[in-house]
């Protein structure tokens, strides 16, 4: 039996530990392995028994279904009251149904003699016999009974004397001898004598046609099992031969297994007196309690954490010891595992005289005498927390300097990028803007010069010519006057002039300077005022400006035939001013920027010419009056620049 090899799959169950040190005490090699790890058995058939341990989840009887066809199979059944386990179990009981079924109400010694059951069959399978030495005179009986033991699948030798005898049991292996007590030369009992000298733990049976012919006492004396009468019943001669034989083998393991327990029972001492030394004195609080919460065993640790004595600590749930709220998540995870598992779980010590104390509990469930129970190691991450806690403020304080670095970053990149564009945009657009009037102011100065050096002094070209060159000037200097007055607003050092006008009068008078505009292109500019007169504390020729440069933008951007409306509208401390257009709208998402410096709408920067600066020198000017400007499209078409400006003057 030695070099039997054992699999138990478990799933942490006391009764599987107690298979294990029995399967070891008589000499087999025992592979104790978790459910978890079944996928690493490749072959069942390399082990000589496998068991299987109650509280399996479904999910492996799949992989166990590989074992229908094996011949040694122990299943450790769950306590009946167990219903969960039960029904598991009797599922798999079905699957394998040639198992041995182990109770936990077995003891050990019933449970070891179904292991000897099971550990006695041999390579193929069949049971170890005994051999067997028969000796008888009578050749006719002799190959009789021979003929009876071998079809029994015994290996059995014969000899028909004393000297016979002594030779075959000098030649084989004598588990048993069978003899006739009457024999030619000596009697069985001195064949037994000399078998026993050569094989000590020979057995033996003597045939005797009577009763009274043998001294029942010498013959037990010397070791004789039974004495059987003549004829022989084959079947009793085989029944007595099984029971003899049963005997014998029982003996000879309980010999082995006396042997080997004195020093197995040594080892487990010496192991047994070392984990209790170590679980009783490790720092880490170490306690075994059962579903209600009550505590089983706990060390030394696990009492001065808890303040509690070892003997009143049993009294106690550990569930009313913790916060209330660490339990729940406690409870929760007993709850939802199912059947057996490991798991971790933060809870909360609190203390009378003090902060309370974090624990991290590792857990697993475990099979106690048939009781499902759970063991606990709770470790103090009290400095941990702190730690985790100073560095989840630093990670904050961190965070928040990075964004703000990297706001900041963005911030001046996004400015830095729109500059740029602006610039180039603006060096686009104001060396098209210059070079128009540049263009046209010489070339219509070169076409007069042509003229007088041809002495042809035309007074109606000339006058062309002139009032050309004009209005080109006049373009180019409202470019750099532009440029000039928005250069003085950034300074901070544009004239500031203001005082009590109409504004009706100022719309009428920046309406009459873009007329010909208006004209030339068809468009009606319509003003709309409840009062003819509206006083505003403004500076009139800077908001003069702004209404002129809105009407230019509208009128330029409308097309021809079409209409622009001016609206004032009084309210409660302030004037609202309303400019429509009927032109293309500007993109949604460029109303906030069209007043910025160099700006222009996507829409209309192409094709009708502009710096880009009219509209940024308007928001200046707005500004300087404490008022507001913005854009807004119209639901049907065209574009609206509101313009909000305080009545009186802020003191």
Known sequence: MENNKVLIIDSSSVLAMRLKVLFELLGCEVVHLHFQMLHKVKDFSSYHVVAIAHGLPNSAFDALSALKDHDRLILLAPKPENSEHVDAFS??????????????????????????????????????????????HREERLVRLTASLRGAQLTVVTARCLSEAIQQASSHEVDLLICDFNLEQGSGLDVFKKVRQIHRDARCLLMTSRQDQVDMMEAIRQGVEDVLTKPIDEGALLQSLHKLWQSELLRRNNQELVERLQDTVDALIERDSLLRVIYKHTPDPIMLFNLDGYVIEANDGCTTLLRLPSDQLQQHSIFDLFEPSSVAALKEAINNGGILRHFNCELVLPQEDGPSIPLMGTFIEIDHHGEIALAAIFKNVAQLKRKQQLLEEAKEVLEVEVQARTAQLQSAKEAAEAANISKSEFLANMSHELRTPMHSILSFARFGLDKLACGEIPVNKLEKYLSRIETSGERLLLL?????????????????????????????????DVSGLAMARHIHIELEAQDDTIMLFCDAEQLTQVIRNLLGNALKFSPEHSEVTVTVTPKAGYVHILVCDKGVG??????????????????????????????????????????????????????????????????
């Open 586 to 651: 500007i993109p949604e998402d460029e109303l906030e920027h069209i007043f910025d410096k160099f700006a222009q709408s996507s829409k209309t920067n192409s094709g009708a010419g502009g710096t880009g600066l009219g509209l940024a020198i308007c928001k200046e000017f707005v500004l300087l009056h404490k008022g507001c400007i913005y854009a807004e499209n119209n639901p049907d078409q065209g574009a609206c620049i509101h313009i909000e400006l305080p009545i009186q003057a802020e003191h």
């Open 480 to 512: 750099l006057n532009n440029l000039l007055d928005l250069s003085k607003l950034d300074a901070g050092r544009f004239p500031f002039n203001p005082s009590s006008h109409n504004l009706l009068t100022l719309i009428h008078t920046a309406k009459e």
């Open 91 to 136: 599922r798999l009981n079905r699957m394998l149904c040639n198992a041995i079924v182990i109770y936990p109400f077995f003891g050990n010694k019933e449970i070891t003699g179904l292991l000897e059951r099971v550990l006695e069959t041999g390579d193929h399978g069949r049971l170890e016999l005994p051999k067997i030495l028969l000796v008888d």
